[in-house]
């Protein structure tokens, strides 16, 4: 990340009011000069700059080794190919020192060589409000951890941990925690620059497919994670199942009719723990249809089926 790295940690410099950031770095057992520039940054501006240097352990232990030490009042994360708008950024430390909210959700903007997308949340802005609403089960469905600036305690006390070795545990951070969350605060300005050009990043379609075990193991984390939350209002239990229901749907999709090379003995992992520990999504998930063909109840009596082969060829030609 040393091509990146700096740019990342200059978008943090807000000038004043810079001193309420606990900024902390956490060097992944990087090889290049990524924690050199860490230490500079580190040296310029000590009031703010914490650094662990730690060996490779992938996304998760990143962010686990960083709670363990962190003090602030409010946690959002930061990947090294990223940035903030330190404009956007100045006005979301302003509204933190003055309210008392357990999430405040903000844009982002998708960073592609050619263009930028500007992605906005389904949300009342400037105002605090009830997160978890009968009205609104469905509308955030694809929210994700650029848009999360949790309540540290949260956290602490539900005893987060993210998943370790493995990539995509992003998917974590943006969903066991939410299930805790009370009142919402939407900043409606473009704070995330998430960079989408990257070669070999984790949204890489072929990275994504080299790690779909990964994603797979991620998304189980967050089926068992709604046992763990199960004596939650039951706004919040709908909610929460909407949304996995919606991302264990794109996995079944993508694996059985849109990528059908992929292993599907690793989606198997998925679909047992899901029998297993789901007992209604299961058999939710069967009734799914492409062309009216319940296609993921035909892959799970036989993968070789003459009827899935003419589904996935028909979406091939026709989507």
Same mark, same amino acid.
């Given at each position: ?122 949300? $009342?802005?400037?105002?605090? #409000? !009830?997160?978890?609403?009968? /009205?609104?089960?469905?509308?955030? =469905?694809?929210?994700? &951890? ?113 990528? $059908?090379?992929?292993?599907? #003995? !690793?989606?198997?992992?998925? /679909?047992?723990?899901?029998?297993? =520990?789901?007992?209604? &999504? ?38």
């Amino acid at each position: 990340m040393e091509g990146y790295l700096a740019k990342c940690l200059s978008s943090l410099i807000i000038g004043k009011g810079q001193e309420s950031i606990e900024a902390i770095v956490v060097n992944d057992g990087s090889t290049d000069n990524s924690l050199n520039i860490a230490r500079d940054f580190e040296s310029k501006y000590p009031e703010m700059f914490r650094i662990i240097d730690k060996p490779n352990g992938n996304y998760g232990s990143c962010i686990n080794s960083a709670l363990k030490i962190a003090t602030g009042k409010y946690v959002k994360l930061l990947d090294a190919d990223d940035s903030f708008e330190t404009d956007s950024f100045r006005k979301l430390m302003d509204l933190l020192e003055r309210i008392d909210v357990d999430v405040v959700l903000n844009d982002k903007v998708e960073i592609y060589r050619d263009r930028e997308c500007l992605e906005t949340v389904d949300y $009342p802005a400037g105002m605090i #409000d !009830v997160f978890f609403k009968p /009205d609104k089960i469905k509308s955030f =469905k694809s929210i994700t &951890m650029h848009s999360i600036t949790y309540r540290l305690s949260i956290l602490k006390d539900m005893g987060y941990e993210q998943s370790e070795g493995i990539f995509y545990t992003d998917m974590e951070w943006a969903f066991a925690p939410m299930a805790f969350v009370n009142t919402a605060y939407y900043l409606n300005v473009p704070l995330y620059r998430y960079l989408m050009a990257r070669e070999g990043q984790s949204v890489d379609s072929k990275v994504m497919d080299a790690h779909l075990k990964d994603e797979i193991l991620a998304t189980i984390k967050n089926v068992n994670s709604i046992v763990s939350f199960s004596a939650q209002p039951q706004v919040v239990l709908d909610t929460m199942r909407y949304r996995l229901y919606r991302q264990i749907r794109r996995l079944y999709k993508r694996v059985i009719i849109k990528s $059908p090379y992929l292993d599907g #003995d !690793v989606l198997m992992l998925l /679909d047992n723990e899901l029998r297993d =520990k789901d007992a209604s &999504m299961y058999e939710k998930i069967g009734k799914e249809t492409k062309y009216g063909l319940k296609y993921i109840s035909i892959w799970r009596k036989n993968r070789k089926s003459p009827l899935l082969k003419f589904i996935k060829n028909a979406f091939r030609f026709i989507g």
